[in-house]
């Protein structure tokens, strides 16, 4: 497979997880964490970083947008629900720096 078509392929994955991450709002970033050691705010920092690897400047809310597919304010307004207990215990067992 040669770069273009791989890169290409990649974009398309990504986009493709934005929609399905869109679509489970009640997945929340305290779960994804949880799961698998990343959330939407993860992708925004690594969409920053890549960005800045090939020579753009792409600032980090700019990215949160995208990523949330709207302004994270927005987003935190309309679907992020308090952390429960568990899922904070959860977190800190995984992440206890954090």
Known sequence: MDT???TEIEAAVF???LEHLDSRKDAQNIDLMNLAGFCR???SKWYVAAAAEN???VDYESARALVYGMPYADWK???QTEATEEQKRLFQESFPKS
């Open 41 to 43: 705010n993860c992708l």
């Open 55 to 57: 020579g753009e400047n």
């Open 4 to 6: 273009k078509t791989e």
């Open 15 to 17: 986009r493709r997880l």
């Open 77 to 79: 307004e309309k679907y």
